[in-house]
């Protein structure tokens, strides 16, 4: 090796002040990344923190469901199906295999949505036109459609859930299950009454992903994987509900009446089998109706109920010790009382009767006589113990209370008891009617009319609830006054409902209709109330049709044919055995008679 090849590197000391130089370098080096570690762990660390969180936690906010409702027998009257919004951001328009950079027309994606949501290509196109993104296509997309549009795999496509209140039984029970709006706040009905028990426990799910999208376990609180599968169930029938309402329907029609309702109760305990109102509404379509029809009438709604009242009138009387049994009373046709004249409604004298035949002639001037011994204060004491002018304790939404006069007024002006008599001069609801008439059915008991048997998990049902009540009426009391109802149906105007095999009483009434306390020339409701069977009563049916036109129209004639139809259905679901036979209808035996006039 040369000399020229070899090369010698002479070595020197570094000057002190370079090394101190360098040294401080690296330490102000080391303490800036200190500085900014600690920095960003302590000051910004709770803020990464969270933008960390919001990228690898999904949060699912509820969308505010709604409990199902369904019939005694578990048919669907009302339930929350899952709907979607389907939104369209054509800047990301993407096909299953597309390059990820690549952007498909919206006339591409027109083409393939416009067969699965049934609407034309240009159709599709026009709504996009030359926006770029939060583009409505569609609203209202069942989960069918929805996971059909799914399938096609297509990038920029959002379907948005939300549920809408669908009612399987469209306008059958709206009368008393109402509706929501379209901005799913209750309108009517028990959706209105029982709004709390009917929203859905939920709560806002936050989940953990990891870095690929994978679900972690951690993270979840306890109980928000709880399912709400709570039902409220009712104590109606849908099958009875159907037929008390086409019958209705049919008679309101055939007499070309305002309205009417029909009512069926269970008299042991006070559970509404059917309350059918017509006319009625659907309330999936309820924006193409009258908000009149939003209200049931026969909970809110007043009337003079006339000859149905007669029965409850009679019961008192007894249990007063004013009447006897076996008693007699004089029919004139006509009397006054206070100045003012009463007649009978053919204006017919019946003279001496008992009390069976006043109700099958449905005497008002035989009513008067037989009230005549309850001291007027004792009476509108009874009147006002049956609850006429309080509220009812029931579910049913907006019930009301009667109307009754003073008790000062009652007692200080004849004619106010003689016209309560025979139903008049005081208002009550179609609802209290039935409540009172069920009174003398199960033995004297005053029992809370109700739809609702409460909130049930999962596929229970609920059984029937016991026997309740507050005993006003003695049960002898009450047996004799439906036996002296059988009578009605056996000889008197309530002929048109007897069905061989079984003992059924009732009690027609065709009532003049009051407004502002004035007599409507011409106007009448026409009723007629059943309880069945007479020897173990169970049920009691009510039915009122408000002004149907004719001059036969009678309770009779109007509402008879209806409570028949309602009958002779309930005997068939309820599965009630004939009657056992007997030779004829045994009343209490006679004692001394208490004559008027």
């Known amino acids: 090796m040369t000399n020229a090849e070899r090369r010698v590197v002479n070595l020197h000391s570094v000057p002190a002040g370079r090394l101190l130089a360098v040294y401080v370098l690296l330490a102000v080096g080391l303490v800036g990344l200190a500085v900014r570690l600690a920095w960003v762990q302590i000051v910004q660390g709770p803020g990464l923190e969270a933008r960390a969180r919001s990228i690898q936690t999904q949060k699912v906010i509820p969308i505010g469901k709604r409990r199902t409702i369904v019939d005694r027998e578990g048919r669907l009257v009302a339930l929350d199906e899952e709907r979607f919004i389907l939104w369209a951001h054509p800047r990301y328009f993407n096909f299953p295999g597309d390059d990820p950079n690549g952007v498909r027309s919206p006339g591409e994606v027109s083409a393939k949505l416009a067969t699965v949501l049934a609407l034309p290509q240009e159709e599709l196109l026009h709504t996009i036109g030359a926006r770029r993104s939060g583009v409505k296509l569609a609203t209202d997309l069942d989960p069918e459609t929805a996971h059909r549009v799914r399938s096609l795999g297509i990038s920029g496509l959002d379907l948005e859930p939300f549920p809408q209140r669908i009612y399987p039984q469209g306008g059958l029970f709206a ?10 706040v209750p309108q009517a009905g028990l959706e209105q009454s029982r709004d709390s028990d009917l929203k859905r426990h939920e709560a806002s799910l936050s989940l953990r992903r990891g870095a690929d999208g994978t679900p972690l376990p951690d993270g979840l609180q306890a109980g928000v994987l709880y399912g709400d599968d709570l039902r409220l169930q009712l104590t109606m029938d849908a099958r009875l509900q159907q037929v008390a309402q086409a019958a209705l329907a049919k008679q309101v ?8 309702a029909a009512l069926v109760m269970d008299v042991r305990n006070g559970e509404i089998l059917a309350l059918a109102s017509v006319p009625s509404y659907n ?3 309820f924006w193409t109706y009258s908000p009149s029809l939003f209200r049931e009438w026969s909970v809110q709604d007043l009337y003079e109920p006339g000859s149905t009242f007669k029965p409850i009138n009679l019961a008192l009387a007894l249990q007063e010790g004013a009447i006897d049994p076996g008693g007699t009373v004089v029919d004139n046709g006509e009397l006054t009382i206070g100045g003012w004249p009463i007649f009978n409604h053919d204006k017919r004298a019946n003279g001496v009767m008992d009390f069976p035949t006043v109700l099958q002639v449905s005497s008002n001037v035989g009513m008067v006589q037989a009230m005549r011994h309850v001291k007027p204060r004792h009476f509108w004491s009874w009147l006002h113990k049956f609850g006429i002018d309080t509220v009812p304790d029931t579910d049913l939404p907006g019930a009301v209370a009667g109307q009754l006069k003073s008790e000062q007024e009652f007692v200080s002006q004849p004619i106010e008891p003689a016209t309560a008599a025979f139903g008049q001069g005081f208002s009550l609801t179609p ?11 199960n033995g004297g008991r005053l029992v809370s009319p109700h739809i609702t048997r409460g909130l ?15 005993q006003l009426i003695q ?12 009578t009605v149906v056996q000889k008197g105007s309530g002929k048109g409902i007897r069905i061989p095999g079984y003992r059924i009483g009732g009690k027609t009434g065709t009532a003049q209709k009051a407004l502002n306390g004035v007599y409507i020339p011409g106007a009448r409701i026409c009723s007629f109330v059943a309880h069945l069977p007479i020897d173990d009563p169970r049920f009691v049916v009510l039915v009122v049709v408000d002004e149907p036109q004719g001059g036969n129209a009678y309770g009779s004639t109007v509402a008879v044919p209806v409570a028949k139809q309602i009958v002779e259905a309930l005997l068939v679901l309820e599965k009630i055995p004939p009657s056992p036979p007997q030779s004829a209808v045994k009343t209490t035996a006679p004692g001394k008679a208490r004559t008027a006039g």
Do not use: C
């Open 175 to 184: 009368n008393v299950v109402g509706f929501l709006n379209q901005e799913r």
């Open 253 to 260: 029609k055939k007499w070309s009446a305002k309205k009417g």
């Open 283 to 285: 309330p999936n379509r």
């Open 431 to 441: 609802l209290k009617l039935l409540q009172l008439h069920a009174m003398l059915a």
């Open 456 to 470: 049930r998990s999962g596929d229970g049902l609920a059984g029937a609830q016991a026997s309740s009540g507050l």
């Open 475 to 486: 049960p002898k009391v009450a047996q004799t006054v439906l036996h002296w109802m059988e």
